[in-house]
């Protein structure tokens, strides 16, 4: 079970983390032309574009909630290094399981508290109103960055049960950067 678990894991992991990475990309490319139009059409053309700014700020904001759940990826915590250093490496890998399990369910928590707040906004019509774009589409990337973290972390706190086991090394699934 954990074989065929593992081996479709890493498949799954591989192809997420590339297109992660693409989006993540092709977002800071969208938010720095946007970014260069509204220099261009200020400073050179004297005739500044409408809502530029707002916009580059909004895709900011979501590229920063791509950027929660692509974390989550690392199954890493920050942890006091002397503490977690006086543990014996079955402990740390128990208290990072514990840490994903607890994570995990928070970040459940949050994902359900925030549907509610873009719920509350799509029901309202709430609109930016510059650009007049309904505001539930920029935070329900929030959501979805909650819950596919949640995900994550209920994974990584198998996996590093499978540490403590002795059935796994952290450097089998630990990605230590980003490109």
């Given at each position: 079970?954990?074989?065929?678990?593992?081996?479709?894991?890493?498949?799954?992991?591989?192809?997420?983390?590339?297109?992660?990475?693409v989006?993540a990309?092709?977002?800071?490319?969208?938010?720095?032309?946007?970014?260069?139009a509204?220099?261009?059409?200020?400073y050179v053309?004297?005739?500044?574009?409408?809502?530029?700014?707002?916009?580059?700020?909004?895709?900011?904001?979501v590229?920063s909630?791509?950027?929660?759940?692509?974390?989550?990826?690392y199954?890493?915590?920050?942890?006091v290094g002397v503490?977690?250093?006086w543990?014996?490496?079955?402990?740390q890998?128990?208290?990072?399981s514990?840490?994903?399990?607890?994570?995990?369910?928070?970040l459940?928590?949050l994902g359900?508290?925030?549907?509610?707040?873009?719920?509350?906004?799509?029901?309202?019509?709430?609109?930016?109103?510059?650009?007049?774009?309904?505001?539930?589409?920029?935070?329900?990337?929030f959501?979805?960055?909650?819950?596919?973290s949640a995900?994550?972390?209920?994974?990584g706190?198998?996996?590093?049960?499978?540490?403590?086991?002795?059935?796994?090394?952290?450097?089998?699934?630990?990605?230590?950067?980003?490109?």
């Open positions: 079970m954990a074989g065929s678990f593992w081996h479709h894991y890493q498949r799954i992991q591989h192809v997420l983390h590339t297109w992660e990475k989006i990309a092709l977002f800071m490319l969208f938010i720095s032309a946007v970014v260069l509204g220099v261009f059409s200020r053309l004297r005739e500044p574009l409408y809502g530029t700014d707002r916009l580059a700020t909004y895709l900011f904001v590229l909630f791509w950027g929660i759940q692509m974390a989550s990826g199954y890493e915590h920050i942890t503490v977690r250093h543990l014996k490496p079955f402990w890998a128990v208290f990072s514990l840490g994903c399990a607890v994570s995990s369910g928070f459940v928590y359900w508290a925030a549907a509610g707040f873009v719920r509350f906004l799509y029901e309202n019509k709430e609109k930016d109103l510059v650009l007049d774009i309904p505001f539930w589409i920029i935070y329900v990337f959501v979805l960055a909650a819950l596919v995900v994550r972390y209920l994974i706190a198998y996996l590093w049960l499978e540490v403590a086991r002795g059935r796994l090394l952290p450097e089998a699934f630990q990605r230590k950067s980003l490109v």
